[in-house]
């Protein structure tokens, strides 16, 4: 079977493990925490990092440090992992889902925009959303499958309502939006996610990056249970959210070849785009004119094709030996949030249905992608949903 998404591990993970075992840091003190962090602030152009025991930790303790509240909305694409919008929860507050642009297949700003117009009025309290009489106090930007938010409108209309802004970047890093990494955009904070899948791994873990000194402090605080000094007096309800030392040995070697995965991924991506560039039927993942996406993962867009017909495609691969996946359900068409307020999802909903998520392991080879050409081609011309 050809994997969708493996880790790489052919740096020095297995050297920097066995460095973590001989010194007998193992747990959540270790020089291989610090280092990690530095890496991966400067890998996102941000001076500060506070690495979590996973991304939606890190989501969850950074909603927490932005001051939202137990009773609050947070503004949410629906076309997201549920991840996102369970920090939300996790936080005591509810998403309030919104569809994303066709372009970039993540947050409209024009959406939020007509939303936060419509549906909200300012008082002393802050700003409250009509219908449901709750504060919004923050929104969750979602750099989905690791291409950029049109953040500066994003920014711009957080700042004209008093929100805080949270990036949930789990597969960003090596983006950029206009040129800018994503700890240069403007948000609050930026999470990753180095779970299993994602182009960097630390075999789980999230992160933290941002530029207030005091609020990444306060990041800190939250996710290392809130303990003042060396005895046991704590001053808040924190978290026990840290990384572990062996956690961050891998990551710090993942993070060595950072740029090697980011090119391999968008090598990869780019070979489906031209293979199958002679469809006018097949579409390829967004690639807006603002970003340079991190290709977390790659595949196609076929409209024309039922559901039944991507799933009967994706049972005819697996059978041959390839592992692809359909895309996340959105979080509106969940039971958790089935209750939750909306924008219409025109987009969203003619969007997740249609999508083919296809082996991109940055060790593909290019033997490996070529079978998996000839098998997409062959099955979509089968279903009619590619050109003869």
Known sequence: ??????????????????????????????????????????????????????????????????????????????????????????????????????????????????????????????????????????????????????????????????????????????????????????ADLVMYSFNGNKTVTAGGGGALVGHDEALMKRVRHLTTTARVGADYDHDMVGFNYRMTNLQAAVGCAQMENLDMFVAAKRRIAARYDEALADSNSVHRFPDPDWAESACWFSGVYVPSLSPDQHAEIRARLRAAGIDARPFWKPMHLQKPYAEAPCSGMDVTDAIWPHVLTLPCSTGLTENEQDHVIAHIRGELARAGGADE
């Open 1 to 186: 079977m050809i994997p969708l998404a493996v880790p790489n591990l052919a740096g020095r993970e297995g050297e920097y493990l066995q460095q973590c075992i001989t010194s007998t840091f193992v747990s959540t003190v270790g020089e291989f925490v610090g280092r990690f962090e530095s890496m991966v602030a400067e890998a996102s152009g941000a001076p500060y990092c506070v690495a979590t025991s996973a991304g939606t930790t890190a989501l969850h303790a950074g909603l927490v440090a932005l001051g939202v509240k137990p009773g609050d909305l947070v503004i949410c694409p629906s076309l997201t992992f549920i991840a996102s919008a369970n920090a939300i929860s996790h936080a005591g507050a509810l998403p309030w889902l919104m569809d994303v642009s066709s372009e970039s297949w993540t947050l409209d700003p024009a959406i939020v925009a007509d939303c936060l117009e419509r549906e909200t009025r300012r008082t002393d309290d802050g700003l409250i959303h009509v219908p449901t009489g709750k504060r919004v106090s923050a929104i969750v930007a979602v750099f989905t499958l690791g291409c950029p938010v049109d953040m500066d409108p994003i920014v711009d209309l957080a700042r004209g309502y008093g929100l805080k802004v949270l990036v949930d970047g789990a597969a960003a890093l090596g983006a950029r939006y206009k040129g800018r990494l994503p700890g240069e955009i403007g």
